[in-house]
């Protein structure tokens, strides 16, 4: 068993950053589990954004986040980030932090709750 829980959301500028955190508990720890965050915007279905492993030695993006977002991964901390910067009122969404011990097309195996970040002058 295990738990996510995200933070950092928020209303920010167009151009401006944020930095979502997602602290990880339990089993999700482990090694066996990558690491990734998604976003839903209204009337939108869910979307990758980003992936990593607890190693760190492999991520991915989304090309939509390419360039602009960046993730990473304290193993101390059990913490994933997305750090977003040039944000565009089109990353609007609701974001959510997941957890999966295979590739994130087949499923995931944890959600977290989701926080909201908002992009609006």
């Known amino acids: 068993q295990g738990q996510l829980v995200e933070s950092g959301g928020g209303l920010v500028q167009p151009g401006g950053s944020l930095r979502l955190s997602c602290a990880a508990s339990?089993?999700?720890?482990?090694?066996?589990?990558?690491m990734g965050w998604f976003r839903q915007a209204p009337g939108k279905e869910r979307e990758f954004v980003a992936a990593?492993?607890?190693?760190?030695?492999?991520?991915n993006y989304a090309e939509s986040v390419k360039g602009r977002f960046t993730i990473s991964i304290s193993s101390v901390k059990n913490t994933v980030y997305l750090q977003m910067n040039i944000l565009k009122p089109e990353d609007t969404a609701v974001y959510y932090c997941?957890?999966?011990?295979?590739?994130?097309?087949?499923?995931?195996?944890?959600w977290g709750q989701g926080t909201q970040v908002t992009v609006s002058s």
């Open positions: 997941a957890a999966a011990r295979r590739p994130f097309a087949e499923g995931v195996d944890y």
């Open positions: 339990g089993s999700i720890t482990s090694s066996r589990y990558a």
């Open positions: 990593i492993k607890w190693s760190a030695d492999m991520t």
